[in-house]
């Protein structure tokens, strides 16, 4: 993948987190980041899936990086957690499977309808996965109460 | 801040103090805040209040409170909606109390501020999903000339949930018509890319909060919260899946309208 097009992902999903961020009334000093950790993840969903990693892998190792800046914010910027999560995440959230499953369903392709399904349930099992295994770490004592 | 230090509270005090504590639970637990930190900064407000054996429980929609020489509390919290707003608030709001920085009857003021602390215009919030769904239909793969219909499509979805909500339609519902409409507009409109324009538009809707809050509630250990939050992401998702469904079966059937 080229540099401009992954400068060029990297705005796109970071705007969507932006508008996201607005959405849930974040406040209005988190926007910035929240938009930088919904683009890092999508950053390196890209980077892996132009490897040739599939969508969960890449779900699942994006996560990781994403759940890490988003502990960094919470403690740096004094706010909870959830702030940048809530929006952080919604670039990985898999829209495109749900619509694919319900796609190939009414189209009647049973094979496509139960491997998109599958695809969905797998990635948000992998984002959950990842983000537990990040927030699971415990903080040193004097950062615990920051989040 | 000799509160702090008073062995018990005066009964006045004490329930202003109930008050308090219940009032900045309800608050967290409407505006979107998971279990554990409920509880944590329900336990932290009594405590730095002087409150005696406290003992908080909360689930995902209510929370119980006993305390020393007062009346257990109960609420019933039906409806949550999101507004992060509030919620780094009233934990800033704890984390002063917790510090003895803040005497009581200030800390009732400022609890009645943040809940007046007014949501984004609805103008903007249409602004923000319309913005939202343009980005996301880029982002999977859609044309520039379908980000104009994404921007329309998205910004008419917003104004069709405040709608919903004013009329109090139940989520699952909201959800399953607000996914039918996108995918309505999308094969109305002339879109080049549809399947683009409808997943971007479909992000707004998806269950990625619920399914957020549903690990955090695992995390913690608070697993009955975080089981109802997961069968509220799993028929959300499914509500979409069949709202969309529903909409490609009748233009399909009705309008002839070719699956590419």
Not at chain 1, 112 to 122: D, I, M, T
Not at chain 2, 234 to 257: D, H, P, T, W, Y
């Amino acid at each position: 993948m080229s540099l401009p097009e992954l400068l060029r992902q990297l705005l796109i999903s970071a705007g969507g987190t932006w508008a996201f961020a607005i959405l849930f009334h974040a406040p209005r000093r988190s926007w910035w980041a929240c938009a930088l950790t919904g683009g890092a993840g999508w950053l390196v969903y890209c980077l892996l899936t132009a490897a040739g990693a599939s969508s969960v892998t890449a779900s699942l190792v994006a996560v990781l990086p994403l759940t890490v800046l988003c502990r960094a914010f919470a403690v740096g910027l004094r706010m909870p957690i959830t702030v940048f999560l809530f929006s952080g995440i919604f670039p990985l959230v898999p829209g495109a499977a749900i619509y694919y499953t319900a796609y190939y369903f009414i189209r009647g392709e049973n094979a496509l309808f139960v491997q998109k399904g599958a695809e969905a349930f797998k990635i948000a099992v992998a984002m959950a996965l990842g983000i537990a295994f990040v927030l699971s770490i415990p903080l040193p004592r004097r950062h615990r109460r920051s989040e | 801040m000799d509160a702090r230090r008073q062995a018990t509270p005066p009964p006045a005090a004490g329930e202003e103090l109930m008050n308090l504590v219940m009032r900045a639970g309800k608050l967290l637990l409407e505006n979107g805040a998971e279990v554990f930190r409920v509880q944590q900064t329900m336990d932290i407000i009594a405590r730095s209040y002087g409150g005696q054996d406290v003992n908080i429980y909360v689930l995902t929609n209510g929370l119980y409170c006993s305390m020393e020489g007062q009346r257990t509390r109960v609420a019933y919290v039906p409806e949550a909606t999101t507004h992060l707003g509030r919620v780094t608030e009233i934990n800033a709001l704890s984390r002063r109390i917790a510090a003895g920085q803040v005497p009581l009857a200030e800390a009732i003021a400022r609890l009645d501020a943040i809940a007046a602390l007014p949501p984004t215009p609805a103008w903007g919030q249409v602004a923000a999903c319309a913005a939202g769904s343009a980005c996301f239909a880029m982002l999977f793969g859609g044309l520039w000339v379908d980000v104009g219909w994404a921007l329309l499509i998205g910004a008419v979805l917003q104004l069709f949930l405040f709608g919903a909500a004013r009329l109090g339609l139940n989520k699952i519902f909201t959800k399953l018509v607000g996914a039918g409409l996108v995918a309505a507009l999308a094969v109305v409109l002339p879109c080049r890319g549809m399947d683009q324009v409808i997943i971007g538009c479909l992000m707004p809707l998806t269950p990625g909060i619920a399914l957020t809050m549903s690990i955090r509630d695992f995390i913690n250990g608070d697993y009955l919260s975080g089981t109802i939050r997961l069968i509220d992401a799993l028929l959300i998702a499914g509500s979409i899946a069949c709202g969309v469904g529903l909409v490609l079966v009748g233009a399909g059937n009705l309008l002839g309208v070719v699956f590419a």
